[in-house]
């Protein structure tokens, strides 16, 4: 047989270099055909990598971040580079996954050239270059695209270390696995793969450990060198590195506990992922679409079968350590099947069917050259056949990813295509200057990044949440301005009634649903508020919103929920901590016990720094009815809270205190499944205890709250009566005692599993002495009052005394002032410690207790500036840092009460005044200061000058 001449080696390299090229070039197409439009937006994690990206420049060096569960921030460095050179759009962000997708399908070629014979190679990269999943993972911005990249580097470059016995190689091989821990968080298992293809290949025979120790040795060192920056890292912050592993250990959590059944149902989701059932989810993948179509399924597993067959040979061993290992991830983690997680199998999975086609191909050939009339025959069919089979996969491809994928509406949701909607939008927008308003999801930030991201609109853009709240911008009075609704966050009732005459666009998803709606109000319509609301409140939360009105049902239904809308406007001089911004929230008082029965809450949905003076804001809370509250007379509460507490609100009369709206009238009854357990208290099968609660209560004078959560058990014929008794030494200390239910709905008008909470309130003596004590309840019928069955223990409680003291004290500075009707001060001490900026003094004041006081009040120490009215220090605490709760005082009592002010270090020198108060912290409202009669300003009382200096 003639040998190929020089000129025919030249023209097959020429032939298969072009072939290569071809490869690569529809792997590009197929990477960034319309990247701007496929997948339709920015998801979160995407987002997250893109802001962690430009804010890369302004941070210090880090090889891991804590953002969105932590990450290796390889991948945001290249998108870091990428948007500072090109701009921040949706092409640039998903840039860096393009060019390691293809750079992927190049090296697929370039090691399994190394390892097998080209048409290995070349099969395997054609499959990486048109295969839905390598290409879905080189069009998004996710970490999962380098893994795949930076291991076949390592891979290759450490088999060309051995091959050619390179120190080079050797050093190139330790520096790329040493990287592909920096990848993502699947990677971490990789070293196993040549750990573990190390070892079968000892076990084959030690020739190739034998005569490349040195360098191994050599790649192991330079790997950990460039391990050591990450390692140092999850040392110092373990909690943060292992934050993404622990939010997906489930499966590894059971089969510790002696449970195997998550694992092996993982496994078999995994096994099952190649050829019957893919990925659920539509976040990366068309839903529960294998990795394969039969016919490549056929050739995958044909080609596990020769590699097995071929085991002896370091190349197929290889494979067969690769693939099971970096398919334990998948196992591993809660969520099975997941492409994602499996990523780092990606190369011998995609090698397996060119395996297989290969050898499929070979022998075909050898049979068909049997036949020397059909030799043309195979070298123009096979190939052929390969290249129609190509043309199907990629065919499938372009048709679920580019086609199908892109416009289920799970995919609109998850990749926010209503919010790039909006945003390419803008970009279009004939008039760049016009101030715009934009809905979306998570204003504060996700949704605010994600315009940023992907529009480069000129004017003032500000953001709202309108599934909770519509804007009109009344601080712009006089200039037209643009409102934006997208899908996630449409137009509500009250925009609908304001906006629908001021309608100028709209667009739609793909899918058949409007996902974008576009709103232009002129300048002259800003002007007057358009809102007509039934309910006329005014009033101001401190330093913050002014509430115009509120509109509320007067009627509810229990086991609903009821819609409060709160009319707000933005005043000249709002004050707002960023960072401590307050929730807001619209609740059903239940007059039991005076608290929240349910809030429906929301945070930042109209972010304070949007703000513009004169803005008027309509918010909507779907406040819910619960069943377990009883028909009665109450009132809807709006509120603001921050970390610190309640902010207080102030109608026009200037009186403090609560934001109430009503009364309403909770009407009907409810019925739930039952709660009870087997156990739980009954009473003639009439009522179930399903739960009890003991709050507060451990102290003399203090208040026990019981909390009873009953349920009926069918429609009871009688009304019962519940009294609680705290026993202790042979007698009961306190009781108190009334209907289940209430006068206007006593258990006899209950429904069959009806539930009702009921707050009870146990004053524990004043003067009891420490020991320890238990509750019980006893239930009787109130008609006949028969006890009903035995009473029950609900639990115990350790009460703590104290000493009291009835002497009068010799204050430094005798004053005397009262608080209330119950509440004497005697005098005071002052130390002036240190009366500078920055310093302290301390204050000791001497009550008495006229009476008993019941109420639990705070004290507030004060210091002014000289005009009395900014504050330059401030202590606010229980008498005696709480040692002394007004509520445990006796009557005559004296306590000496001490308060050490810090004085603020931007405090101006000069004259500043001590005053003192006390107030009910779960209102606000502060008790009335009288001295000789007279009533004192803003109930403080003015105690001393002092020189801050």
């Known amino acids: 047989m003639a040998l190929p001449s020089d000129s025919q080696k030249s023209s097959t390299r020429l032939h298969r270099s072009l072939l290569v090229a071809l490869v690569i070039l529809v792997a590009l197409v197929f990477r960034t055909y319309n990247l701007a439009g496929v997948p339709p937006g920015l998801d979160g994690d995407e987002m997250f990598n893109a802001w962690d990206g430009l804010r890369a420049w302004s941070r210090p060096f880090s090889v891991f971040v804590p953002t969105n569960y932590g990450s290796e921030t390889t991948l945001i460095y290249l998108i870091a580079l990428t948007t500072k050179a090109l701009g921040a759009t949706r092409w640039t962000v998903r840039l860096p996954s393009v060019a390691c997708g293809v750079l992927t399908v190049a090296m697929t070629w370039a090691l399994a050239r190394r390892l ?3 048409r290995v190679a070349i099969l395997a990269a054609a499959l990486v270059a048109v295969s839905l999943w390598p290409v879905f993972l080189s069009r998004v911005a996710l970490r999962a695209v380098l893994q795949p990249l930076f291991q076949i580097v390592a891979v290759y470059a450490l088999w060309r270390a051995l091959e050619a016995r390179s120190i080079r190689w050797s050093l190139a091989a330790g520096v790329f696995l040493g990287l592909t821990q920096y990848t993502y968080t699947a990677s971490r298992v990789f070293p196993a793969v040549v750990i ?11 020739h190739l450990l034998r005569a490349n120790w040195g360098r191994l040795v050599l790649v192991g060192v330079v790997a950990a060198l460039v391990l050591v920056p990450l390692a140092l890292y999850a040392v110092n912050h373990f909690d943060v590195f292992s934050h993404r592993v622990r939010e997906t250990d489930a499966e590894v959590n059971e089969l510790l506990a002696g449970n195997p059944e998550p694992i092996l149902e993982a496994l078999k989701a995994t096994l099952g992922m190649f050829t019957f059932k893919g990925d659920d989810g539509w976040r990366y993948n068309p839903s529960e679409r294998p990795v394969f179509d039969a016919v490549t ?36 983690a809660t969520g099975a099947p997941s492409f994602w997680r499996s990523v780092g199998a990606l190369t011998p999975i995609y090698l397996m ?36 089979g190509l043309g199907f996969v990629g065919a499938d491809t372009w048709h679920d990813y580019f086609i199908d994928w892109p416009t289920h509406p799970e995919v609109l949701k998850v990749y926010e295509a209503d919010v790039a909607a909006a945003a390419n939008y803008l970009n279009a927008y004939e008039l760049p200057d016009t101030p715009v308003w934009i809905s979306t999801e998570y204003p504060g930030d996700l949704g605010r990044v994600l315009i940023q991201l992907q529009s480069d609109y000129a004017g003032p853009a500000r953001f709202f949440d309108g599934n909770d709240v519509t804007v009109w911008p009344s601080g712009w009075a006089g200039q037209d301005v643009l409102m934006l609704f997208t899908k996630s966050c449409p137009p509500n009732p009250e925009a609908q009634a304001v906006l629908s005459d001021y309608l100028i666009d709209g667009e739609d998803d793909g899918s058949g649903q409007q996902q974008l709606w576009v709103y232009r109000i002129p300048g002259e319509a800003l002007y007057d508020v358009p809102w007509q609301f039934a309910g006329a409140v005014r009033g101001r939360f401190l330093h913050n919103r002014e509430i115009l009105g509120v509109d509320a049902p007067a009627r509810v239904q229990r086991q609903t929920e009821v819609p409060v809308v709160v009319y707000w406007r933005v005043p000249p001089d709002v004050q707002v901590d960023t960072s401590d911004l307050p929730f807001d929230y619209a609740c059903l008082q239940d007059v039991t016990s005076g608290r929240c029965a349910d809030k429906a809450d929301s945070y930042n949905v109209y972010p304070a720094w949007d703000w513009t003076e004169g803005d008027v ?34 109608d026009r009369e200037g009186a403090g205190g609560q934001l109430l709206v009503g ?18 208290p009954t009473f003639n099968q009439d009522l179930a205890l399903v739960g009890h609660f003991l709050l507060f209560g451990d102290s003399p004078g203090s208040t026990l709250e019981v909390d009873l959560r009953w349920q009926a058990m069918r429609a009871p014929a009688a009304d019962y009566v ?41 004053r524990i003596p004043a003067d009891l002495e420490s020991g320890a004590f238990d509750l019980y309840l006893i239930v009787s019928d109130d008609a006949t009052g028969q006890v009903v069955g035995d009473p029950i223990l609900l639990g115990a409680r350790e009460i703590s005394g104290r000493a009291h003291y009835f002497d009068l004290p010799e204050p430094q500075y005798p004053l005397i002032a009262d608080f209330g009707s119950r509440i004497r001060l005697l005098g005071f001490d002052l130390l002036e410690t240190a009366p500078n900026p920055g310093g302290q003094i301390e204050v000791v004041l001497y009550w008495q207790a006229l009476g008993e006081v019941g109420g639990a009040y705070k004290v507030f120490v004060h210091l002014y500036d000289s005009a009395g009215v900014s504050i330059l220090g401030q202590h606010d605490s229980p008498p005696g840092n709480g040692a002394f709760p007004t509520e445990s005082w006796l ?14 270090p931007d405090a101006a020198v000069g004259s500043s005044r001590v005053g003192v108060g006390l107030y009910d912290p779960s209102t606000g409202e502060r008790l009335p200061v009288f001295v000789d009669g007279q009533s004192q300003p803003d109930d403080v009382l003015v105690i001393a000058e002092i020189e801050v200096r």
């Open 116 to 118: 097998f014979r080209f």
């Open 196 to 206: 573990g293809w190390l070892l079968v290949a000892l076990l084959n025979g030690r």
């Open 297 to 332: 399924g056929a050739f995958f597993y044909l080609g596990l079968l020769v590699s097995l067959w071929r085991l002896r040979r370091p190349a197929y061993t290889l494979m067969l350590v690769w693939l099971p290992v970096m398919l334990l991830p998948n196992v591993l």
């Open 353 to 388: 069917p060119a395996i297989g086609a290969d050898f499929a191909w070979e022998r075909v050939a050898q049979w068909v050259r049997r036949f020397a009339s059909r030799a043309l025959i195979a070298r123009l069919a096979l190939p052929l056949v390969v290249i129609v």
């Open 617 to 650: 804001v309509a918010q909507r809370y779907m406040v819910p009815v619960q069943p377990y509250v009883p028909p009665q007379t109450t009132y809807f509460q709006i509120g603001l809270f921050t970390s610190v507490g309640e902010i207080g609100f102030t």
């Open 663 to 680: 009364p309403v009238e909770v009407e009907g009854t409810a019925s739930i499944k039952p709660k009870w357990k087997e156990g739980a």
């Open 722 to 762: 519940a009294r609680l008794e705290l026993r202790g030494g042979g007698r009961v200390v306190a009781s108190v005692e009334g209907l289940v239910g209430s006068d206007r709905h006593p258990t006899s008008r209950w429904v069959s599993g009806e539930p009702v909470n009921m707050l009870y309130r146990l």
């Open 891 to 904: 009557p005559g009592e004296v306590v000496a009460d001490s308060h050490v002010i810090a004085i603020s």
